[in-house]
């Protein structure tokens, strides 16, 4: 059996924070499914969804074993329907184990095969967040070397 892992999030934008957790990943799983929670209705984006989506494909166009898919349902939800056991997650710091702690226990609560799979941000990564990006972007900053992609 092939063990499949989602990684979700926003990633308003994907991050060089996030490629890393995705190539580390690979050590631990057979396929990583790149999953942006994403309601059409309800599109509160910095980043277009179609934008983002290209960016990461091209990001790991040489690894035919991670794939980009958007979902609006309960991730749990999305984790049986695409036969993935584990839910892979990035932590920086306390801040983040506390989110990710009670996400991962009402995960569990909704889906008991899932197990939550957290790595260690690299020390180099762990100042990089999505929404320090985006207020850098929206002041003219130039944030390309925060991103795995050129904007
Ligand atoms: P969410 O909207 O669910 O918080 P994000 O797109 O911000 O989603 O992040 C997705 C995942 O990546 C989360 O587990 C988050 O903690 C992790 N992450 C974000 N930035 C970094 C980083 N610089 N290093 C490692 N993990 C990160």
Do not use: C
Not at 91 to 107: G, H, K, P, W
């Amino acid at each position: 059996m092939k063990r499949i892992a989602l990684f979700p999030g926003s990633f308003d934008p994907f991050t060089k924070g996030h490629e890393d957790i995705v190539l580390r990943g690979l050590q631990l799983f057979d396929e990583i499914y790149i999953a942006i929670g994403y309601n059409s209705q309800k599109d509160k984006r910095y980043f277009k969804i179609d934008f983002m989506i290209e960016k990461i494909q091209k990001t790991f166009s040489q690894y035919p074993q991670i794939k980009v898919i958007t979902y609006s349902e309960l991730t749990a939800e999305l984790a049986r329907k695409q036969k993935a056991k584990y839910l892979l997650r990035g932590l920086r710091n306390t801040t983040d184990f506390e989110y990710e702690n009670s996400i991962a226990q009402v995960n569990r609560y909704l889906n008991n095969e899932l197990e939550s799979v957290f790595l260690i941000t690299s020390p180099q990564f762990a100042a990089i967040s999505s929404s320090i990006i985006r207020e850098v972007h929206r002041y003219g900053g130039d944030v390309n070397s925060l991103l795995p992609y050129s904007l």
